[in-house]
């Protein structure tokens, strides 16, 4: 770097006449004065000080400034910031003379800018840094360490490796950094190419990098790419495949269409799965529009499987490459652990304990306190002779129904119902109220489990209502969407069906459900001042589900159909209520997390049970879940307690990359350990198929006095550039009028010659 250094003044007419008159003046006084003296030599020399300082006061006046210019001698540099993110990878960039079909990527459309070839011609005069950014996966890193580097290098450039799998993370576009920070990273920073899409969805709004931009006289070339609307195209946006399914029983499979065709039309949608298996499904997508629908799928064998859902490409659509999605789900064997606890054997309860004894997947235990036995039980291996006697036994159950049953006549305690709301709430079990003719369940209302409860009752009612002609259900909105209720495969023959049903002659005294509870089913017929009333009614508590069923009529579903509609409904009860609580478990340990289909970015909330040795829930421990992502990145979740007596351990996890992610969860107490597996869903903020937003650039190149150039049109771009003048040099301005040095030089010599007055006794 070469320096430069001079001395200027800032003077005006008036302050020349006036300073050359004021040394002259002193000039000829100091010389009179002198005379007077007989020209004595201390006299000579202090008039000679007076002169020196009239003098040094003059040319202050004048405003001396000591200026030093620094030149770079090495050469300005370029910045080539090119977007690597995964909307880049959107097919939708068209010439003018080519036809959609023939659409290529964005990424495509500006790989001539990430060719170091194309700026030879440029680096004869400038530096030139390429650089990606936003890219996906292990590859962020190594571009952010590489524009560190310096480009003083003559005729150097610079290029990072290619950007990694768009599924590899969900982290989205920032435009605000790379260009804040370019200025600080790159040395003697003349300009900046931006290619990019303009789809930012992180960190600060991009103008503001751009306004510091300006103020450091570094120009944008903005290189827009993408079109501005959304080119006809179909995406599979999701798949939402359960953590697990049973082997044997059917595993429903949601997923979501994006299209922006201008016209609903219909396609077969297929699913394959790793063993061979194949289930194709017609669908109709909604035009503009997102579409839901789902799939049924019955795995025939235990393992880890695979499955891949695919849609035909359309004509008219751009690319086929976002139509499909894959992933995992485990296929295990199934046993449940019910609880059946009733007073009287009414026809309810024996076509119940029928279908839960019939399921294979169903470890059924029953408890029957009939007030015309001497004890409780039962006649065959599916009764027990007692309430399960403490914590250790009844958290064995995953889901518990409660009969026309209370706590008189010596049936429950409030004890028990205690221990029955706390394995709902910290352990993840299912409970069904099922009330009766005889009211006893209303006693249940004076003890914990009426917090659990999820309808209000007329407790001057305990009989509930009865009619000698049937009475019939009807499904609300919520009860249509909702698996509980699928007693068909199609909603319109699900419909069909609940309105067919066999009616019901007596129902709960029901009034209204409760605040956060969810209606499934509401009296045809019946209303108050609340509205209809519900009596199919499910609510989460803690960490479990509950149900009410406020009739005793499901037993005449199997009228001319048999166990069609009875045991399908009652077995979805049961798989839906324990299906958290058997996402993942051991002999001592149990893991289950909120949502079970998480997404990129989404906290999930981790939930365990652990046991001691002895089977006891553990109070206190030190428990902790290592999570592995997909990249091989590995965190470790240190679970919490609050040390009470359901051996509850609570963590908290983000996930930030999709796919697979592996779960250990570990307690130091037991020595006891447990593998699990939970799947992210790739939907990131960052994808393909978004429209591009070239108005974002325009304003940046707007606000750094830069320009808008199109991609294809390199040269326009490197003559741009070669036309940016040469870097103003670097000023340093020593003003030494108000330079403390000089300041404090005058007063000394003040000082002095005041001194010097008084010394030869003119003072």
Not at 97 to 109: C, L, Y
Not at 664 to 686: H, M, P, R
């Amino acid at each position: 770097m070469s320096v430069t250094r001079s001395l200027t003044f800032l003077w005006t007419p008036w302050t020349l006449g006036l300073s050359a008159a004021a040394v002259l003046a002193t000039a000829v006084y100091s010389f009179i004065a002198w005379r007077r003296v007989g020209f004595r030599l201390s006299m000579g020399l202090l008039e000679l000080l007076r002169l020196s300082i009239v003098v040094l006061v003059v040319v202050l006046l004048n405003q001396p400034e000591w200026i030093e210019e620094f030149r770079p001698e090495e050469k300005p540099t370029i910045a080539v910031l090119i977007d690597a993110s995964p909307s880049m990878e959107t097919r939708d960039v068209v010439a003018p003379d080519q036809k959609t079909s023939s659409a290529t990527t964005r990424n495509q459309a500006v790989a001539s800018l990430a060719d170091p070839a194309s700026w030879d011609r440029l680096r004869e005069r400038m530096n030139v840094l390429i650089q990606p950014f936003a890219a996906p996966g292990p590859s962020v890193a190594r571009a952010e360490g590489s524009s560190t580097t310096s480009a003083s290098a003559a005729g150097s450039s610079a290029a990072s490796p290619a950007p990694a799998p768009a599924s590899a993370s969900g982290h989205g576009t920032d435009l605000y950094e790379p260009l804040a920070r370019a200025p600080e990273r790159i040395a003697n920073l003349r300009g900046i190419v931006l290619a990019s899409d303009g789809d930012w969805n992180e960190g600060p709004p991009p103008v503001q990098a751009a306004a510091q931009l300006r103020i450091k006289n570094v120009p944008v070339i903005a290189v827009p790419v993408g079109s501005r609307t959304r080119l006809p195209d179909v995406e599979l946006l999701s798949l939402d495949v359960p953590t697990f399914g049973i082997a044997g029983k059917a595993v429903r499979v949601p997923f979501t269409i994006d299209s922006s065709l201008p016209r609903d039309y219909v396609t077969t949608v297929t699913l394959k799965t790793s063993d061979g298996d194949q289930v194709t499904k017609e669908v109709r997508i909604a035009a503009m529009g997102r579409t839901a629908d789902w799939l049924l799928w019955k795995p025939r064998a235990v393992g880890d499987y695979t499955v891949n859902l695919t849609i035909p490409r359309h004509p008219d659509e751009i690319s086929d490459e976002n139509n499909k999605l894959t992933a995992p789900i485990a296929i295990r064997e199934e046993k449940l652990r019910v609880l059946l606890v009733e007073s009287y054997p009414r026809w309810e309860y024996r076509y119940l304990r029928n279908a839960l004894s019939r399921d294979p997947g169903v470890e059924l235990s029953c408890l029957l306190f009939h007030p015309g036995l001497s004890k409780p039980g039962g006649g065959n291996k599916d009764y027990i002779k007692q309430f399960p006697a403490g914590l250790d036994e009844l958290q064995k159950f995953d889901v518990v129904f409660l009969g026309d049953v209370g706590i008189d006549d010596n049936q429950l305690t409030p004890e028990q119902c205690r221990l029955i709301k706390g394995i709902v709430e910290h352990q993840a079990s299912g409970l069904v109220f099922m009330p009766g003719i005889q009211g006893r369940e209303l006693s249940l209302m004076d003890t914990e489990l009426a917090d659990l409860c999820p309808v209000v009752l007329d407790l001057s009612q305990p009989g509930g209502w009865g009619s000698r002609t049937p009475n019939h259900f009807e499904l609300t909105e919520t009860g249509r969407r909702s698996l509980l209720t699928k007693l068909a495969d199609t909603e319109d023959e699900n419909s069909e069906v609940w309105e067919g049903l066999p009616g019901f002659q007596w129902y709960a005294p029901v009034v209204r459900a409760k605040a956060g509870s969810e209606i499934l089913a509401v009296h045809k017929d019946q209303s108050n001042d609340y509205g209809r009333l519900p009596l199919l009614v499910t609510r989460t508590y803690g960490a479990g589900k509950v149900l009410f069923m406020g009739t005793d009529g499901a037993w005449r579903w199997r009228k001319g159909v048999e166990d069609r509609y009875h045991y399908r409904f009652w077995g979805q009860v049961v798989r839906w209520m324990a299906y958290q609580r058997n996402m993942a478990k051991g002999e001592t340990m149990r893991l289950y997390y909120v949502p079970d289909q998480p997404r990129l970015n989404q906290t999930m909330a981790l939930h365990a049970n652990v046991m001691d040795r002895g089977g006891e829930p553990l109070h206190r421990g030190e428990v902790t879940a290592r999570i592995t992502a997909p990249s091989g990145r590995s965190e470790l979740v240190h679970m919490t307690t609050s040390g009470d007596e359901w051996g509850e351990f609570n963590g908290r996890y983000t996930a930030e990359e999709s796919g697979s992610h592996k779960v250990t969860l570990f307690c130091k107490e037991t020595g006891a350990s447990l593998d699990a597996s939970f799947y992210v869903q790739g939907a990131a903020v960052e994808r393909p198929g978004k429209p591009a937003r070239p108005e974002v650039l325009e304003e940046l190149a707007r606000v750094t006095d830069g320009k808008v150039i199109d991609a294809s049109k390199l040269e326009q771009v490197i003559r741009s550039l070669s036309e940016l003048p040469d870097p103003a040099p670097s000023i340093r301005r020593i003003p030494l009028w108000a330079h403390p040095v000089v300041g404090a030089s005058l007063i000394t010599l003040l000082g002095v010659f005041w001194v010097g007055r008084k010394v030869i006794g003119l003072v």
